[in-house]
C-alpha cells in the first residue's frame, strides 16, 4: 500500500528526515512513535504530500513519486491526496459547518457529489462514529472526542486508501481520548489501513501492527509492534518505552 524509501526533507537548515524507509502493508496499521521533534508528524505528511521531500520515493498504491530538485506537479499531488485522509491533532472542523457539514464538505466541493449522495454517506459515517444523534450539532457545541471523531468521519468520507492520524488524541484528557482510541481500533478491525504518529501508548498498543521508532529524523527500530513494546532490540528503543510505559502503567505487559 505504501512504501517511503529513503525520504529526505529539510526545513532550512534542519534535516528533520534522513533517508528515511518504511512500507505499510494493505489492511494494517502502522504506529509512529519517538519524542518531540522526531520527525513523525512530517513523515505523514510526506505521504500526501503536504510536505514535498527533496529526495527519495514514495509508492502509494499505483501512484509512484520520486522527489528531486523538481517538485512534483499538481496532478500528481491531487491523485496521491485522493487516497488519503487525515486526521490532526486539533480537529480543525469548520466552526461555521454544523457535524453532517463538516463531513459532506470535501464530497461536495472537492468531488462534486450530488447533495443527497453526500448527506447519505455523511450521515453513514457518524453513525459508524457514534454521532449520528449530533448531526445538527456545531463543533462549539461538541466535547473534544467528540469533534475528533467527525474529523476521523470526514477524512474516511472519500474512501481514502490510507487514513493518516497525527497525535489523534494528544490534545484530549485520557476520558475523551479513549473515545477515539475506541473508534480507531475498531476501524483496524475492519482492515483500514493506517499510519499513526502517537505519544498515546494505549493507543499504539491497542491498534497497531507494526511500529516504528523515529529518533531526531531516522527509524532506529521498526518491526511488530507487540515486540517493540515488550522486547525492543536497542537501547534508545528500551529507553523510549520505559518512558511511555511510566505515563501509562499497564497498557502493554512486560
Do not use: Y
Not at 537548515?13 to 512500507?23: E, F, I, Q
Not at 522527489?67 to 480543525?92: H, K, S
Not at 522486547?231 to 499497564?250: D, K, N, V, Y
Request: proline share 6%.
Amino acid at each position: 500500500m505504501i512504501r517511503l524509501t529513503n525520504i529526505e526533507k529539510s526545513f532550512g537548515p534542519l534535516a528533520v528526515l534522513r533517508g528515511v524507509s518504511l512500507t505499510v502493508a494493505e489492511g494494517s496499521v502502522t504506529a509512529l512513535i519517538g519524542p518531540s521533534g522526531s520527525g513523525k508528524s512530517t513523515l505523514l505528511r510526506c505521504v500526501n504530500l503536504l510536505e514535498i521531500p527533496e529526495a527519495g520515493e514514495l509508492v502509494l498504491g499505483e501512484e509512484t513519486v520520486r522527489f528531486t530538485a523538481r517538485p512534483p506537479d499538481r496532478e500528481t499531488i491531487r491523485r496521491v491526496r485522493l487516497q488519503t485522509g487525515m486526521v490532526f491533532q486539533n480537529f480543525q472542523l469548520f466552526p461555521h459547518r454544523t457535524a453532517l457539514g463538516n463531513v459532506m464538505e470535501s464530497l461536495l466541493v472537492v468531488l462534486k457529489w450530488p447533495e443527497a449522495k453526500a448527506r447519505a454517506r455523511a450521515m453513514e459515517l457518524l453513525d459508524k462514529v457514534g454521532l449520528a444523534h449530533r448531526a445538527d450539532a456545531w463543533p462549539a457545541q461538541l466535547s473534544g472526542g467528540q469533534q475528533q471523531r467527525v474529523a476521523i468521519a470526514r477524512a474516511l468520507a472519500s474512501s481514502p486508501r490510507v487514513l493518516l492520524c497525527d497525535e489523534p488524541t494528544s490534545a484530549l484528557d485520557p476520558e475523551l481520548a479513549l473515545e477515539v482510541v475506541e473508534v480507531l481500533t475498531q476501524l483496524a478491525r475492519e482492515g483500514t489501513t493506517m499510519m499513526i504518529a502517537t505519544h498515546d501508548l494505549r493507543l499504539a498498543a491497542s491498534v497497531a501492527q507494526e511500529a516504528a521508532l523515529l529518533e531526531a529524523g531516522e527509524i532506529v527500530e521498526s518491526g511488530p509492534a507487540r515486540e517493540l513494546f515488550t522486547s525492543p532490540r536497542q537501547e534508545r528503543t528500551r529507553r523510549f518505552i520505559s518512558t511511555l510505559r511510566a505515563e501509562a502503567p499497564g497498557i502493554v505487559a512486560t
